[in-house]
């Protein structure tokens, strides 16, 4: 079992930076899991945003984070970040982070779902202000 704390969140302008981070409580050894970020919108399904292999060495990204967006994770502090750039008013949503130990969830063809993640944190919200 795996507990995700999201922290970071908060309310900023169109073009502002925030750094999320995600730290988790694990049961095994934290670098076993592959890890993602999640966001969800108001009346809309949660869309995978980022996610990280167990080495850092596959990092797929949404088209629409691509550029702007970066993830990260330090296996030594059982944690991972979302860098967020250049943020507009669509990136507003809960961000939520998520974990799986299936690893290959990361690199089948296409993105990951929501679906394919087995723990999650309790979200942490983020507002875009034009």
């Known amino acids: 079992q795996v507990r995700l704390v999201e922290t970071g969140g908060g309310l900023v302008q169109a073009g502002d930076s925030l750094r999320l981070s995600c730290a988790a409580s694990?049961?095994?050894?934290?670098?076993?899991?592959?890890m993602g970020w999640f966001r969800q919108a108001p009346g809309k399904e949660r869309e995978f945003v980022a996610g990280?292999?167990?080495?850092?060495?596959?990092?797929p990204y949404a088209d629409s984070v691509k550029g702007r967006f970066t993830i990260s994770r330090d296996n030594a502090k059982n944690s991972v970040y979302l860098q967020m750039n250049s943020l507009k008013p669509d990136d507003t949503a809960v961000y939520y982070c998520?974990?799986?130990?299936?690893?290959?969830?990361?690199?089948?063809?296409?993105?990951?779902?929501?679906?394919?993640?087995?723990?999650w944190g309790q979200g942490t919200q983020v507002t875009v202000s034009a």
């Open positions: 998520a974990a799986e130990t299936r690893q290959y969830v990361l690199q089948r063809a296409g993105l990951p779902s929501a679906a394919d993640f087995s723990s």
């Open positions: 694990v049961g095994q050894t934290f670098s076993s899991y592959a």
């Open positions: 990280i292999n167990w080495s850092a060495s596959f990092t």
